[in-house]
């Protein structure tokens, strides 16, 4: 076998390649920027063809359906109604960060859901300080929807537990539901 030539040696070690490897490439490329070009779409001539088209393009098809409000359905378990419970309850943050539990429980009760199955903590510590946060439950079939907010949790958050041994949903003393 003859040994190598320079040039050969040195595009190896390099990664030039021969003037007829390059033409290939560069004939490859020249056809894919050719094939590109006639299948995008012509350029707009005007910022209102533009918007035309880009209105066009973003109404959406006759098979998208809107996204229906979620509702209460008490015919199925905690988890199917979470959504519903977090829309009720992130309702009444967006009007009131810093809302007290009755505005939870109020705006649940006028949703639908059964003010005999709630439970709230305090609003405020034993020595009337502001609680860092306030949870709220709604017993549900058989589970619990519970709710929570306030600084030191970093907003709402809510989740669907079992019922505790106790019969209840939130651990320790809550507050009487009486108004």
Known sequence: ??????????????????????????????????????????????????????????????SAAPIPAPQLQPEKDAAANLTYFDSVATAVVTADENAGGRAFVDALGASGFDRAQMEVTFDETNIDLPAD??????????????GQNGPATGGYHSAVTAILASGTCLVGATRQIDW
Not at 38 to 51: E, G, I, Q
Not at 133 to 146: A, D, P, T, Y
């Open 1 to 62: 076998m003859p040994a190598p030539s320079d040039r050969e040696t040195r595009s190896r070690r390099t990664g030039i390649r021969s003037p007829r490897t390059g033409s290939a490439l560069l004939l490859g490329l020249a056809v894919t920027v050719s094939l590109a070009a006639c299948s995008a779409a012509p350029a707009a001539t005007s910022s209102s063809t533009a918007t035309a088209s880009a209105s066009a393009s973003a109404r959406p098809t006759a």
């Open 133 to 146: 946060s306030i949870q709220f439950s709604v017993r549900f079939n058989g589970e619990c929807l519970i």
